[in-house]
């Protein structure tokens, strides 16, 4: 399944829309029993990702999914499987965006999401999420020609800023600027790529990521020695896999093989794989230890929202 690229702007109004239907959505949910009996009868878990998103999930060289966050997931539908004694468990991958991922969890498209979705507070009204995999920072980008200081959002007073729409990023900046009245124009973008794409033409003159996405697509980037990335974080962004809401005895089997996954070495050794060695398309090796925030996380996992308890 795929999804052909579109603007921003129609994204957002088209999660609208779903979101409308998700009500009618969970009512039919409640009906069968919730997604633990949907994917013991239909043999298959329907695996949400951004295509997009290195190092966490996006296509290698012959287009098949892959990334840190995404192969936890297929872990974790391997345990499922074993645990409701199926003999065979399908996993159908399909692609996301920040705008659309919320909506495509609540209305049952799919059954989790796999990607970079920050465990905010205020998500939890609509979604629920399992143990915290990784904590970025967010951080800005910008070409190093520019007089702007990416460790200041307040030296991009009055400029262009792209983001990710519906994401964590594109809310910090909008905040902040409102909030210390800096006139920053925050351009929405449907993922990482496309908000990278707005800075190296011109048409933004900074973008805001997570730390671990921005060091990615400047690496990947022909002219990677033109950009400046921020050294200070603005702010945590604690990544977990989307899980749907009221279905507990779904949560309990996924957030069990989410921290069997973290005591077992299985996570540390993917973070070995996508963060400190050799990744698709370029074969670039980020080289990024693992933070001791994230250390600390998976030896006590945690599914808070709560920034205190990353701190």
């Known amino acids: 399944m795929t999804i052909k690229p579109i603007l921003a702007r129609s994204v957002l109004a088209w999660a609208c829309a779903v979101v409308v239907a998700a009500a009618s959505a969970t009512a039919a949910r409640a009906e069968d029993g919730g997604r633990l009996d949907r994917i013991r009868k239909t043999g298959t878990i329907q695996i949400g990702f951004p295509d997009a ?12 999914p892959i990334g840190y966050s995404l192969e936890i997931c297929e872990h974790v539908a391997q345990r499922i499987k074993a645990t409701l004694g199926l003999p065979a468990l399908e996993i159908r991958h399909v692609p996301v965006q920040s705008a659309t991922r919320v909506p495509l969890i609540s209305n ?132 977990g896999i989307l899980e749907p809401k009221d279905d507990p005895a779904f949560k309990t089997i996924v957030d069990e093989a989410v921290v069997g996954l973290m005591k077992d ?14 990744i698709p398309p370029r074969q670039i090796n980020l080289k990024l230890p693992m933070s001791d925030v994230l250390k600390r996380v998976l030896a006590n996992p945690t599914d808070s929202g709560d920034p205190a308890a990353y701190r």
């Not at 915290?132 to 307040?154: E, G």
């Not at 070495?265 to 050799?278: D, I, M, N, R, W």
């Open 53 to 64: 998103s290195p190092p966490f999930a996006f296509l290698d060289n012959d287009g098949k």
């Open 108 to 239: 049952g498209t799919i059954d989790l999401e796999c990607g970079t979705a920050t465990n905010l507070p205020e998500r939890h009204k609509l979604v629920s999420f399992a143990p915290t995999t990784f904590v970025a920072q967010i951080v800005l980008v910008a070409r190093k020609s520019t007089d702007v200081d990416v460790n200041d959002l307040a030296s991009f007073r009055g400029k262009a800023i792209s983001a990710q729409a519906g994401g964590q990023t594109q809310r910090y900046v909008v905040q902040a600027s409102a909030r210390d009245n800096l006139d920053i124009k925050v351009m929405a973008a449907k993922d990482t790529a496309e908000a990278f794409l707005l800075l190296s033409s011109g048409r933004a003159q900074g973008t805001a990521n997570d730390d671990a996405m921005a060091y990615t697509t400047v690496a990947n980037a022909p002219d990677r020695d033109s950009y400046k990335i921020g050294t200070k974080g603005l702010e945590f962004a604690p990544y």
């Open 265 to 278: 070495g299985t996570v540390a050794k993917l973070y070995t794989k996508y963060f400190e060695s050799p």
